[in-house]
Nanobody
Framework: VQLVESGGGSVQAGGSLRLECMIS????????VAWFREAPGKEREGVAA???????TYADPVKGRFTIPQDNAKYTVYLQMNSLKPDDTAMYYC????????????????????WGQGTQVTVS
């Protein structure tokens, strides 16, 4: 299983970015895919998750600003980030759990066994 992120970059506060996570080597069906982020000096935190039927969950700091659409035909999950703030600056990682999203603490890091290498987002 490989997860490859892309789409990061530098943007001014209030701007938008769309990250992509392409999944290969695995035909996922009812699996949970999530985005995490890790800022310097902070722990990695879950941002958003989606399963193949479209159900989603979001962390409180990004609700109303971020969405996590997917394209099952392309095995790609996106993170659409709007109204970006400097606090959103972090390395963003895509992660896969080979099961439904957990009913309890769905964005807990230990729920996920496969990770990408990350893509940097900088908001100034």
């Amino acid at each position: 299983v490989q997860l490859v992120e892309s789409g990061g970059g530098s943007v001014q506060a209030g701007g938008s970015l769309r990250l992509e996570c392409m999944i290969s080597g695995y035909t996922y069906s009812k699996d949970c895919v999530a985005w995490f982020r890790e800022a310097p000096g902070k722990e990695r935190e879950g941002v958003a998750a989606i399963i193949s039927d479209g159900r989603t969950t979001y962390a409180d700091p990004v609700k109303g600003r971020f969405t996590i659409p997917q394209d099952n035909a392309k095995y790609t999950v996106y993170l659409q980030m709007n109204s970006l703030k400097p606090d959103d600056t972090a390395m963003y990682y895509c992660a896969l759990r080979r099961d439904l999203c957990a009913a309890v603490a769905p964005l807990a890091r230990e729920r996920f066994g496969y990770w990408g290498q990350g893509t940097q987002v900088t908001v100034s």
